[in-house]
Structures are given as structure tokens and as C-alpha cells.
């Protein structure tokens, strides 16, 4: 028996037990199947995208079950669930044969974490309809609390010599608090939400962002913002200051990428997929429809198109003529080569 993703993960609910959050120690993307015999055995799993709550007896019985078991992923499951083991918080079991539009909290945690280690790259689940799915949680110094509880937690907070700590408001937590990939760096964790994919090597400076469903393949340097569906490319530089539009916020069906071994350059921002080795000049911003005049090798024009009719080609420099104000391209004569020692995290 095969399927798409599991995950048994700890987390919070409100008064009425609605999931805030889902915690996964370990997730797997189409475990081995003898870890899904297991799972079948022990959750009575029929083959369906099912979600369940669990008791800390049935953990009890699962960890037994991967103790027998001589199979790679049940020892290394078992390894990372044994600290939940006698856990008075809430537990949940997510297994999904396909990957259809996730239909509660625990699946859409499931498969932001799954994007998050690295089990896959963005685009790699179907996301549909998550927005209406999560709640507004207030992400606090004592975990997630339910918007409409946080008056009486604060209360009860200042009654024991205490303050709670609001950190923010939204549906999604910072991406460190759940999964910290091997192998990177990040200046400000709260600007990095569950669901961002960072590469090997990369380093999110303090003004860097990365929302989810986005992020980086390889080793790169981000000073800039990486919107929602944006994927940049091995040994790419998002400078200080720099955007990229997100599928979310004007690029409509557009999925906004960049290349390999491409510049961003401070201040910049970006409304179409850049190929590989390209440069886009500080200060410049491209969209789709901004009116770009081509130049040949010796500098002269030779046509003006819309950027759109650019997108995806490789080795373009975009720059902003200084005299005429005008957009243009250019074959981009050297690519980014990044600082080996800054990108060594490990």
C-alpha cells in the first residue's frame, strides 16, 4: 500500500477543540511500505486522506509497533516521536493517499512542513483553499492562543507577575518555530513563515523574507523579499531592499521565478520569470507589461517589446538608461558568483 504523505504531530487547540497549530517531529513524503503497513495496522488506515485525533495510549501502541520493526523510517520515526511519549497535549495522526486540496489544520500543517524540510519544493502539494482552513491565531509567548481567547490568557498572565508576549497575528507561524533546515542561516526568524523552502546554504539576512510555498532551491543570498510561489535558483542574490511578486499580490496565474546565478539588484523588483544568469539593474522595476527596448552587442536598438515577451530567457542584463529613462536589455556578460565562506552554515 502506498501513499503521498504521514505525519503524528502535537499541538494546540481552542475551547472547542479546533487545531490552532500542528507540530510534526518528523513527516515523510511517500514513506516506505513498511512503515505503511504499520501505520494501516495501527490506525486502522483503509487507504483514504484521513486525519484523526489519538490518544497518548495509541502513541504508546505505535511506538511499540515501530520497536518491532527493522525498517529504516520506523526507527527513525520512532526516535523523533518518543519524547511525545506520556504528552498531555493534543495529538493528531495525518495520512494521505493522494495529494488532493487539504480538508483540515493537521493536512495543511502536514504538507507546509513537508515543503519546509525539504520533502518538497514549492508547487510540490496541492494548497487549494488552505486560506479558509486556518485560523487567525495570535502567536504568542506562550504558544499560539485563539484570537478570541487572548483577552482572558493576557489577563490571567498579568495576575501571576507576567506579561504575555504578542509576537503577531496571522495564520501563519514563523517557519523556526516548527522546522529549521540543515545547513542555513537566518537572520530574523519571524520573517520566514511555515511553508518556506530554504536550500542548503542559504542565508536570509535581517531584512530578507520568505513567505510560504516560496523560497530557495541551492545556495543562495537573500537581503529582499521572496513573495508567496516565488522560486529562486541555485547561487541567486535577492538584494537589500529587493521584490519579487507573489502570486498573491498582482502576478494573478503568473508563477514569478528566478534562475540560477542571478542578480537582483538593491531596490529592485521583479513581475516576470527571470532564466538563468540574469541582472536586474538597483532600483529597477520590471513587470510584465513595462515597454523594453532590445539592444544588440554593440549597444544599439533593435526592437522595443512588453517584458513579458522576455521571460524565462537566460543571460539578460536589465538596466534603466540613465539619460532617456527608458527600460533595456542587454546579453548579460558575466553571472553572480557568491562567497563560498558566507554560505557555509554548517
Known sequence: MECFAFGLGVGHQNQDQQWLDVYYPKAFCR???????????????????????????????????????????????????????????????????????????PEVYLKLSLISMRKLQPHGANLDGMFGLLPNVAWTSQGPIDIKELPHAQTRARAYGEVLTVHSVDKFPRMADYVVPYGVRIGDASRIRLGAHLGEGTTVMHE???NFNA?????????????????????????????TMGTLSGGGNIIISVGEQCLLGA?????????????????????????????????????????RDLAGQSDLLFRRNSTTGEI???ANKSAVALNAELHHNN
Open 31 to 105: 514513506p516506505d511500505p513498511a512503515l505503511v503497513q504499520i501505520i494501516a495496522s495501527q490506525f486502522n488506515w483503509s487507504g483514504e486522506n484521513h486525519t484523526q485525533a489519538i490518544t497518548a495510549d495509541d502513541l504508546d501502541d505505535f511506538l511499540e509497533a515501530l520497536e518491532d520493526s527493522d525498517d529504516g523510517d520506523a526507527d527513525s520515526l520512532l526516535q523523533a516521536l518518543t519524547p511525545l511519549a506520556g504528552t498531555e497535549q493534543p495529538l493528531v495522526v495525518c495520512v494521505l493517499k493522494e495529494d488532493t486540496k487539504p480538508a483540515s489544520v
Open 208 to 210: 530578507g523574507f520568505i
Open 215 to 243: 523560497g530557495t532551491l541551492g545556495v543562495s543570498m537573500v537581503e529582499g523579499r521572496i513573495s508567496a510561489g516565488v522560486v529562486v535558483g541555485d547561487g541567486s542574490d535577492l538584494g537589500g531592499g529587493s521584490s
Open 267 to 307: 531596490n529592485s523588483g521583479l513581475g516576470i520569470p527571470l532564466g538563468d544568469r540574469c541582472t536586474v539593474e538597483s532600483g529597477l522595476y520590471l513587470t510584465a507589461g513595462s515597454k523594453v527596448r532590445v539592444l544588440d552587442n554593440e549597444g544599439q536598438p533593435v526592437a522595443q517589446v512588453k517584458a
Open 328 to 330: 533595456e536589455c542587454l
